[in-house]
Structures are given as structure tokens and as C-alpha cells.
């Protein structure tokens, strides 16, 4: 895992350096997705679990990394220079050396990706030459979840296209039934890992990553943060949202 760390560590700080050059701080998202890949290939070659078990995951891993990250690419890239809304209230908090808390901040990505990784790091280290019954439970409900995020986005990629009004609110597809789904689903991707490392030597530790998911799309800078800043962008239309459409996990909208 200290070659995992390595490589993240070089990323993000190669990203924070770019972002300081751009004075886009976007380009995180962009990297944060794109990390998994790299991670999840030396675990792959480096582990020494049965080769079809190791192959399998670094694709699983690689394949919902570069997904998210070309989508993520193309939204950061059709706005540069304009930044994520985010990052603009990050560096209204951080006025005094916003360049070493920007680089904290990018470094604490790279710890997340790393920590978010151990269920593959234990998974491509399970030498079991067959596939347990809990390994097809999450393959299952990895892809249900990669299926899930990625009509998420689409949706509402088509939707700001189509509707130029800055104030209206999504609430087509899976947006009907969910305020974010596409973060609801990012979180079962994580359960899926969990339920494929168990049957691994120590694979009950794995749950440090979906919980770690969880907890930063909950209460650090996934919901929250995004909610604040759709209130102060859409007003009562959002209030309205949020008291009709569950905040996370999808269900009917109260009349």
C-alpha cells in the first residue's frame, strides 16, 4: 500500500500545482475520479491473490473510475476558467494561506482515495481459486450501482441542457425520487466492495471504506455543501424540493 500512497501522493500534488497555474481549483473532481484507476492497476499486478479475482476487480474499479472522471472532465473543462461554486466558498473561507489549506485539502483526497481502496487492496489479495457467493452479491450490486450513477448524470446533464432557467430544479428520472442519487449510488459501489472483500483474509476491516463514503457525502462536502449552495442559487423552488424528495436514498415524493 505504500506504492498506492506514492502514486497519490504525486497526483494530487501535480493537481494542486496545475490548479494554482489555472487558479481552478475544479480540477480535483477531475483527478479524484481518475486516481482509482491507477490504484486499483498496481494492486492488480502487485498482490499476489488468484489472477482472475485480481484482474476482475482492477477492471471493475478502472472501469467506474474513467466513467466518472471523462464525465467529470467534460462538465470542469466546459467551464474553465469558472469554478465549481464549491471551491469559490473554499476560498472565501480560507483568505489567509489558501494555497497551503488548497493543498491540504487536495493531499486529504489522496488519503481518502487510499483509504477508499483497501476493500481491492484485500480483495486482490484473497488466493481462494473460486468466487464466494458474497463476491457475486457485490459484483451484483457494484454494477447496480455503476448503472445507477451513471443514468443519475445523464439525466442531469440533459436536463441543463435543455432548460435554461438558473432557478428550476431537476426532478426528472432518478431526480424524482431523490435529491442525489448520484451520490446515493456512488455510496452502494462502496458496499458492493465491502461484500466482495469479506470472504478476504480480514475483509471485515473493508467497512472502514463504505463508511468513510458515506460520512463524507453525508456530512463533509457531498450533500451538505451541495444543498447550501442550491438553496442560495434557486431560493423557494429548492425549499420545495427538499420538503417533497428524500435527501438520499430514492422513495415516492410526499404530495
Known sequence: MTVAALILLTLFFLTWWLSLRLDNYSFVDVTWSLAFAPVAAWYAFANDGWMPRRVAIAVL??????????HLWKRVASHHPKEDPRYAVLREKWKKNRERAFLAFFLMQG???WLLMLPVHLISQQDAEAFHPLEYAGLGLWFLA???EAIADAQLAGFKRTNKDAKAVCQVGLWHYSRHPNYFFQSLLWWGLFLMALPAPWGWTAIVAPAAMLHFLLNVTGVP????LSLEKRGDSFREYQRTTSAFVPWFPKK
Open 111 to 113: 488519503l481518502l482515495v
Open 146 to 148: 455503476l448503472t445507477g
Open 61 to 70: 474499479v478502472a472501469a467506474w473510475s474513467l466513467r466518472l472522471g471523462v
Open 225 to 228: 455543501l451541495t444543498e447550501k
